[in-house]
């Protein structure tokens, strides 16, 4: 380490120890002007034997117990790697050195399973319905889902899963190490909007590395690091598949492409089924437009290709709407006959043939529907050009029969009505 960047970590050191309580905030916001001081603290964290690895872990913890957001992100920023030192000793069977960052890690786990009053938390997540479109998916992109009488009563229902509470730990066994591990990622997942390139390079480093180390892959890769390799659960891989993804959508895609085939690679050998849906889905879904910006200063999101909400909605599904389109096309198809009224001084007027009208009818043959400004009086009438409604005596014909036995039929039922009351 050089004696530049020791000195850059004892002066921060020492003027956080001076600082007062109202000064907390200040000091935090200005704690990403100091450009120099963040890769120095990497550089004590890496060197396990450092001498200012134990007052620099000391100094991260009391930034966390704080209480102030701005200094436990700065503190979380460097999880991947304390994870990573904690792990890498643990696997070479040294345990002394790694004191400190035991300490540090016991220490946020134990203030982030409890609330401010001390009571265990108890964290909720809602599991999202495929039935309703969400930043993952659009229901129609997985096709038409049967409506059985079970999906429709469970259809808008919300299922929540409860994590915890989660027990106080003193100390790191083979035991409770990958559970303190695994909520320990889910804290640092729930402030990745926040974390800088160094910190999201770190995380996929420290994914390849833990699913690589002790297989034939590590020599592809070409690590020469740690050659044991290091005991892994499902839900620890799932939390790094996580984090994988939101640095392959902002700026890291080489290394988040590497440590998302990797963690497959590990969860395939370990034959976790939860890792490979959540990491094959993630793979299957950034093929081709998510991966194309590659701006790590700009706005952080994860990309997803979502299908335009217009095509929700089915164009062949029946509504009230399609069917009145539906009445008014097949009355504009058929074919207008036109009768001379000689009465009239031979002006032509149209005539509409009556299974061709979609409206209501009224006792005396009008239609509901409101009149088009050529049927007013005084206006001037649209007759078809096709030749066949003025040659085809036949149509005319046809015109007068069904004239008649609507007439006849509303005879008859004007004439059975009032039947029924003169009995009483």
């Known amino acids: 380490m050089l004696a530049m960047d020791q000195g850059v970590v004892e002066e921060w050191l020492s003027e956080f120890k001076t600082l007062p309580d109202s000064a907390v905030s200040n000091y935090a916001a200005s704690l990403k002007d100091k450009g120099s001081l963040v890769p120095a603290l990497y550089k004590v964290i890496r060197e396990n034997y450092s001498d200012l690895l134990e007052p620099v872990c000391h100094q991260l913890f ?33 345990p002394h050195t790694s004191g400190c960052i035991e300490a540090l890690l016991l220490g946020i786990y134990n203030l982030e399973i409890v609330d401010k009053d001390g009571q265990s938390k108890v964290l909720s ?57 695994t909520f320990l990622l889910l804290c640092y997942n729930a402030a990745l909007s926040y974390m800088t390139s160094t ?17 034939p892959r590590q020599q592809i890769r070409r690590y020469k690091g740690i050659s044991t390799r290091l005991t892994v659960t499902s839900e620890f891989l799932v939390q790094l598949i996580t984090g994988i993804h939101y640095a392959l959508c902002n700026g890291e895609v080489e290394l988040g492409s590497k440590a998302l085939d990797d963690v497959l690679y590990r969860a395939q050998l370990e034959l976790f089924p939860e890792a490979l849906l959540v ?27 979502i299908t335009p909400t217009s095509s929700r909605i089915s164009r062949n599904a029946v509504t009230s709407l399609s069917i009145r389109g539906h009445r008014w096309k097949r009355h504009e198809s058929q074919e207008v006959s036109v009768e001379i009224d000689a009465s009239q001084g031979g002006v032509p007027i149209p005539e509409i043939s009556v299974t061709g009208v979609g409206g209501e009818r009224m006792a005396n043959g009008d239609s509901l529907r409101p009149r088009p400004e050529s049927d007013m009086p005084g206006a001037t009438s649209e007759v078809s050009l096709d030749p066949r409604g003025h040659d085809s005596s036949t149509r005319s014909q046809e015109v007068r029969r069904q004239k008649s036995v609507r007439r006849m039929v509303e005879n008859e039922g004007s004439g059975s009505a009032p039947t029924g009351r003169s009995q009483y």
């Not at 992100?73 to 999880?79: A, N, V, W």
């Not at 904690?86 to 696997?91: D, E, I, K, T």
């Not at 999202?128 to 992109?141: F, I, N, W």
């Open 279 to 305: 990491g094959n889905a993630i793979k299957s879904s950034l093929h081709g437009a998510a991966l194309k910006s590659n701006n790590k200063e700009g706005a952080r999101s994860i990309q997803v290709e």
């Open 62 to 94: 009391e930034f966390y117990r704080s209480g102030e957001p701005q200094l436990q992100r700065f503190t979380l920023q460097f999880l991947p790697e304390l994870l990573w030192s904690l792990l890498s000793v643990s696997a070479a069977r040294d």
């Open 199 to 215: 910190s999201l390079q770190s995380l996929c480093q420290l994914s390849s590395r833990v699913c690589i180390c002790g297989y």
């Open 125 to 181: 997540f809602t599991v999202p319905s495929l039935s309703k479109p969400s930043v993952y998916h659009e229901p129609s992109a997985i096709g038409s889902m049967a409506l059985t009488e079970g999906a429709l009563a469970n259809h808008g229902l919300s299922r929540v899963v409860y994590s915890g509470p989660h027990l106080q730990r003193e100390n790191f066994t083979a035991q409770n190490r990958f559970e303190v591990l």
